[in-house]
C-alpha cells in the first residue's frame, strides 16, 4: 500500500479554492492540477508498505498526542523558485502545534525504519505541478528556467492576495494512495483526534 500521513480541510476552504484554481488553470493549462477534493496537508509521506507495517504505522500514530491546530490559508507560491517553477501552491499560516505534529509524526514513523525528514517542515496546499518531475518543494538536480507556470505568474501578481478562510483540525488522518488514471484516489485508512 502507498501511504501518507496528512490533515484534511473544510469543505468551505476546499470550496473557495476550488472557485480560485477554476479562475487561473487556463493561464497555466500544461499544469496538471490537483482535484479539489484531493487537496489536503502532508504531514509525512511514507510510501509503499506492506499491510502488517500499515498496521504498526497505525498504532504508533495512535499514541501521538498532539493538539487541535488554527491555520489560515491565504497568499500562492511556486516550488523551489519562481523562475524554476516546479509546483504551485497556496500558503498555510499557523503556530507551533502544525510543525510540532509533523515532527511528532515523523518520530513515530522513524521509530518503525521510516526515512526520517532532513529538511524544516513546510506547511502548504499543492494546487498544481509543472512538468513530469517530482512535487518536493526542495531544489533538485535538474531543475531550472520552466515556463509552465510563467502566464500565471503574471496574472497573479496584479491581481489580491487570495484569502480563503480559517480553520482548525481536530485530527488527522493516514490515507492510502491509489495511482490511477486521471491521478491519484486517496482513501483514508485511519484517522487520530487531536486535543
Known amino acids: 500500500m502507498r501511504i501518507f500521513v496528512a490533515l484534511d480541510i473544510d469543505d468551505a476552504i476546499r470550496e473557495r479554492i476550488q472557485l480560485f484554481m477554476d479562475g487561473v488553470r487556463g493561464f497555466a493549462p500544461d499544469a496538471r492540477w490537483v482535484r479539489a477534493e ?32 488554527a491555520m ?38 522513524a521509530a518503525l525504519g521510516v526515512p526520517g525528514e532532513h529538511r524544516p ?41 487570495p484569502e480563503f478562510g480559517t480553520m482548525t483540525a481536530r485530527e488527522f488522518f493516514l490515507y492510502e494512495s491509489q495511482l490511477g488514471r486521471g491521478g491519484a484516489r486517496y482513501t483514508k485508512i485511519g484517522r487520530f483526534a487531536l486535543i
Open 121 to 161: 517542515f513546510s506547511a502548504h496546499l499543492t494546487l498544481a505541478r509543472g512538468g513530469g518531475r517530482s512535487g518536493t518543494p526542495h531544489w533538485q538536480r535538474g531543475d531550472g528556467p520552466n515556463k509552465t507556470f510563467q502566464r500565471l505568474q503574471e496574472k497573479l501578481a496584479v491581481l489580491p492576495t
Open 72 to 109: 489560515s490559508f491565504r497568499g500562492y507560491g511556486f516550488f523551489p523558485t519562481l523562475k524554476a517553477a516546479r509546483v504551485f501552491w497556496v500558503g498555510i499560516e499557523s503556530g507551533p502545534p502544525l510543525a510540532s505534529l509533523a515532527k511528532a509524526v515523523d518520530e513515530a514513523t
Open 38 to 69: 484531493s487537496l489536503h496537508i502532508t504531514l509525512k509521506f511514507i510510501g509503499e508498505k506492506p499491510a502488517e507495517s500499515v498496521e504498526q504505522i497505525k498504532q504508533a500514530l495512535s499514541g501521538i498526542q498532539g493538539e487541535a491546530i
